[in-house]
């Protein structure tokens, strides 16, 4: 039974009250707009039921509710569906051209004149408690299995052919589970079949088809469908029931299955998944805590009004947040589309200037060709001019393709300087304040610092400088900064000191660098060929 269900169950009993007062709830004006004492008596619900309000409330909770693996849903004719939530207030598909009336008891038949639909176990509970159930008319339980697709209510069992392990293939019963059936109750159901003593163990083989191998199911608690992995109603298993011999062991399994040697854990299951074992002792309790649900029922009622205005005030504010991220983008996007206008109409001025070199190239070559006619020398001149005018058109050319490469690293450089503004970040490294950015950081993935600042640990900011302190000393940090911003550690950056290399090393391994953790340890790796710096090692620290 669901805390809703518990929650709500016995708030009819206010009615119940309100008649003993002298006032019947179904003549009381309803929420939804004002009728008269002969109206109401048709649109509000008969004395003895919960009012209308509550009716609407719990159950357009429940009609909204999603299929979950192992819930179980109930058939109910959907015209009956419809007129109900005409009755109680709730949208409709339907029209309707009469006054609303009280839909009288559920309706479950699935008759070829009327279409069906299903709702949750809670909610069939609260409607089966107010309305009841029509005469001749019985629960149609469905169950929910999760299929590869997703959760969808199973509308279909699947046929089993059961069979004893030592007998023929020919001999066998189609019976059919449902995929949430437990195997304890599948075992529990072969056993009554083929009327086996309760003193004799057994335990059983499955197979998802006649080509696949034999499974032996141990583990009486587990569903069916879970245990085959079956993900169609229409796929039909064999089951075999295997007998414990007098020595207790299990000499009698299907042919082509290998013998194993286990018993079976968790008990047999006598009733199915679909077998409702409410007793009376629960309706006592339920009657118990349905008291409680009715004086919460008020008080959410009465608080209803508050949760309502914050709600309000809290998606006004959300609202304003959104529209200024909204403005602040529009701006973002206006600077980039100016940017790249101007980009667009500086290439087209370097376009025209490139086709009127090629113009005045090849006026050049037909210059060239009148005066190699007219005179020998003139022809040499012409040579001349032409290759001084290819030169400059070459350089014009370089320099072109100069500017363009130095605009692209310019953008780029710029686009890396915006980002790493937005994430600027402040350490505190033994006292010493080093100002960096997200980026940095994360740039090596492996390391403590990207680990620290990766979103998956909740960091501390110290009060007066928003910084994150890290208790390590800060002399050498800023070499692991360089080297995290660079990528490498170019010649000339690190002093030639071994000490301070060893130093440097063990900031590194402490932040987990590997790779500068590499370097350094080559430098002193080949420290004996190499020339020690006469420099002091006080001079760097």
């Known amino acids: 039974m669901s805390a809703l269900e518990l929650f709500f169950r016995q708030s009819c009993s206010r009615e119940a009250d309100e ?68 009755y109680i207030g709730l949208p409709t598909t339907r029209k309707f051209y009469h006054q609303r009336t009280n839909p009288g008891p559920i309706i479950t038949r699935r008759d070829y004149a009327h279409t069906v639909d299903v709702v949750h176990e809670d909610a069939w ?68 079949l083929y009327c086996i003593p309760k003193d004799q163990q057994s335990r059983i083989w499955v197979k998802t088809d006649t080509d696949s191998e034999w499974r032996l199911l141990l583990n009486r608690d587990k569903t069916i469908g879970k245990c085959l992995d079956i993900d169609s109603d229409f796929v039909r298993p064999t089951v075999a029931l295997e007998i414990c011999v007098e020595d207790e062991k299990w000499v009698n399994a299907p042919q082509d299955a290998t013998e194993i040697q286990e018993s079976p854990t968790g008990p047999l299951y006598e009733h199915n998944i679909f077998t409702d074992l409410t007793s009376s002792w629960e309706v006592d309790i339920h009657e118990q805590i349905d ?88 022809r040499e001149e012409l040579d001349r001019l032409e290759e001084r005018r290819r030169t400059e058109f070459k350089t014009l050319k370089e320099n072109f393709e100069m500017e363009r490469d130095k605009f692209h690293s310019e953008l780029q450089r710029m686009s890396e300087m915006y980002k790493i503004q937005d994430n600027r970040i402040k350490l505190d490294i033994g006292g010493q304040l ?37 208790d390590r000393d800060g002399t050498h940090f800023r070499y692991i900064l360089n080297f995290l911003r660079d990528g490498e550690i170019k010649d000339g950056t690190i002093p030639e000191n071994p000490n301070l290399w060893r130093e440097l090393l063990t900031e590194a391994e402490y932040y987990q660098i590997q790779g500068l953790v590499g370097y350094l340890q080559s430098l002193l790796h080949n420290l004996p060929q190499r020339v020690e710096s006469p420099v002091s090692d006080t001079t760097f620290v």
């Open 291 to 378: 008291h409680i649900g009715k004086s919460l029922v008020d008080n959410l009622h009465v608080n209803f009004s508050a949760f309502v205005q914050k709600a309000r005030e809290f998606v006004d504010e959300r609202d304003y947040h959104l529209r200024q991220r909204e403005r602040d983008i529009y701006l973002r996007e206006t600077f980039i589309e100016d940017l790249t206008e101007k980009l667009e109409d500086k290439e087209k001025v370097l376009d025209a200037q490139l086709e009127s070199c090629e113009r005045q190239l090849n006026e050049c070559d037909r210059r060239k060709k009148e005066i190699e006619v007219e005179c020998k020398k003139q």
């Open 19 to 86: 008649i003993t007062q002298g006032t019947p709830i179904y003549k009381q004006r309803a929420p939804w707009g004002h009728f008269s004492d002969t109206s109401m008596e048709l649109a509000a619900a008969p004395p003895g039921i919960t009012d209308l309000l509550t009716q609407r409330t719990i159950l357009e909770h429940l009609f909204l509710k999603r299929p979950t693996e192992g819930e179980f849903w109930y058939v109910i004719v959907a015209e009956w569906i419809e007129q109900l939530k005409r």
């Open 434 to 470: 080093f100002t960096t950015s997200l980026t940095t950081l994360n740039r090596d993935p492996e390391s403590m610092l990207a680990a620290m600042f990766s979103g998956r640990h909740e960091l501390k900011k110290e009060d007066s400088s928003g910084s994150y302190f890290i």
């Open 125 to 192: 509970r609260m409607m089966i408690q107010w309305y009841g159930l029509t005469d001749g008319h019985k629960p149609i339980k469905l169950v929910v299995y999760n299929y590869r697709r997703g959760p969808e209510i199973e509308h279909n069992q699947n046929s089993f052919k059961v069979m004893l392990s030592v007998s023929s293939l020919e001999d066998f019963h189609h019976v059919k589970f449902s995929k949430m059936e437990k195997v304890g109750h599948i075992e529990y159901k072969i056993r009554q």
